[in-house]
């Protein structure tokens, strides 16, 4: 009895390892920022330019078909957390009615997990 289980002892962890099973999970990422009005159309936000309230913003991973998204508060700020997708992703603004003066849409990768991106997007 004793040999059988210092038998299974020894076998779990090769069995494991021969099985693919993850060592551990990664950590999710989050991707955030602000969506503002670019009164003046430099792309960047100045002091008297005010965040945009209400916009949607969302993030397709596509690696898989999970879609994470958020609205941007009464200063502009979204922020989309516990993303647990890995690789590449795509992040966009719905500025419907509005002129963009940023790219509505930019890609990145989250590579493993455990990565915050920051995304700003401007608006007329």
């Known amino acids: 009895m004793a040999r059988a289980v210092l038998a299974a002892l020894v076998a779990a962890p090769l069995l494991a390892a021969v099985g693919g099973l993850p060592a551990s999970a990664a950590e999710p990422s989050s991707v955030s920022g ?3 009005h670019d009164l003046n159309g430099d792309r960047q936000q100045q002091p008297d330019e005010p965040g945009a309230e209400g916009f949607r ?8 078909d999970t879609g994470y998204e958020a609205f941007t ?7 989309i957390g516990g993303i647990t997708s890995p690789g590449k992703f795509s992040v966009q ?3 419907a009615g509005h002129e963009h003066t940023t790219p509505w849409a930019v890609g990145g990768s989250f590579g493993e997990g ?10 007329k």
Do not use: E, K, R
């Open 34 to 36: 602000t969506v503002f």
């Open 57 to 64: 913003v969302w993030v397709n991973p596509t690696s898989d």
């Open 73 to 79: 508060d009464a200063s502009g700020h979204y922020h």
């Open 93 to 95: 603004l719905d500025g």
């Open 114 to 123: 455990g990565v915050n991106a920051v995304q700003y997007f401007g608006i």
